[in-house]
């Protein structure tokens, strides 16, 4: 049973992680490996978002799932034959990483039957929802947003300026058609990194891009969204988008606003992405960094 609203320190009692993507981008590897599994040096992208999550305070993780994916949940159970090993053998530091996530957050798997769109999969985790939530926070496990934080920050603007906060990366403007570009309605916010947005453009040519502020996989929504879910209908690629509940609901005249992030992201869903993300973690790590600095120096002269 998960505590009431008023116990989470940021209002946020549910992070919905969408995990029903094919992941077509990293086959073949993701025939059989979901990419949510896939270890950043040693651990998989969901456990690095159930950490986020629980940063943030939230007690609960709502897993969009499919049927060929249901591995994703199946890391959050305990496995005693496991943990029994280890522990006779007084192998005390694996063991407590082996029953890290399951101590995090409670997991709740809701499958997706077929890989309609994010907007789809976000909302099916309406039916997680207690009645004292008034929003939900989203965060995408393939998109590592560092340092950590910024869903505190965001968590703050709502509590500030009310409905829902979306967080952007300011990026160079020949890089913005990569991605979904906000169009900034009001700057004059009393914080030059929280702007109020006007709409959103995906993908658009850079000349052609109303700003170069983009957006990351962390969004506070205001439960509102649902309800905007259901209006939408199939968009880019025939799927359900988040981003056409989101344009719907700033048409409705609620207020959106992004907070700009000054930190690092990495797309897990790609390899060149994932590995920039192990290269990254693994030279912040106290057993790798120092062997990895020395090979990477090395290499890298051979190809100058
Ligand atoms: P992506 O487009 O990055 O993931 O969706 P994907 O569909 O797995 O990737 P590719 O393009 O085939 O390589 C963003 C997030 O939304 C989830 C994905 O799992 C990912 O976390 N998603 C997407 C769903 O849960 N359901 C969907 O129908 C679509």
Not at 15 to 20: E, T
Not at 33 to 61: F, H, M, N, Q, Y
Not at 107 to 119: A, M, R, T
Request: with cysteine.
């Amino acid at each position: 049973m998960a505590k009431p609203i008023n116990e989470h320190t940021h209002k946020v009692k549910t992070v919905i992680v969408p995990a029903a993507g094919l992941g077509t981008r990293f086959l073949p590897a993701t025939k059989t490996v979901p990419k949510e599994l896939l270890p950043v040096v040693d651990t998989p992208g969901i456990e690095l978002i159930a950490e986020e999550a629980a940063a943030l305070g939230a007690s609960r993780l709502a897993v969009i799932t499919s049927q060929r994916k249901k591995g994703v949940l199946g890391y959050f159970a305990a496995d005693r034959q496991l943990e029994e090993n280890l522990e006779s053998k007084g192998k005390t530091t694996l063991l407590d990483k082996v029953r890290h996530a399951q101590h995090l957050i409670e997991p709740v798997e809701v499958i997706q039957d077929e890989p309609l769109g994010l907007g789809h999969a976000v909302g099916l985790a309406e039916q997680c929802l207690d009645d004292d939530e008034d929003a939900v926070a989203v965060m995408l496990p393939d998109d590592l947003v560092l340092p950590a934080g910024v869903m505190e920050k965001m968590a703050a603007v709502r509590n500030r300026l009310g409905g829902s906060v979306l967080c952007a990366f300011d990026v160079p403007r020949d890089e913005v058609s990569n991605y979904g570009v906000f169009d900034i309605a009001d700057s004059d916010t009393g914080d030059p990194a929280v702007k109020k947005i006007s709409g959103m453009v995906e993908k658009p040519a850079a000349e052609d891009a109303p700003s170069t502020f983009v957006a990351a996989g962390r969004y506070l929504l205001d439960r509102q969204i649902f309800t905007a879910l259901k209006q939408i209908t199939p968009g880019k690629g025939g799927e359900l988008q988040l981003t056409d509940a989101i344009e719907l609901l700033i048409e409705q005249g609620h207020p959106v606003h992004i907070v700009i992030h000054d930190g690092r992201r990495h797309d897990l869903g790609n390899p060149g992405g994932f590995i920039r993300a192990c290269v990254d973690f693994a030279l912040a790590h106290p057993a790798y960094a120092k062997g990895l600095r020395r090979y990477l120096t090395q290499r890298l002269k051979q190809d100058d």
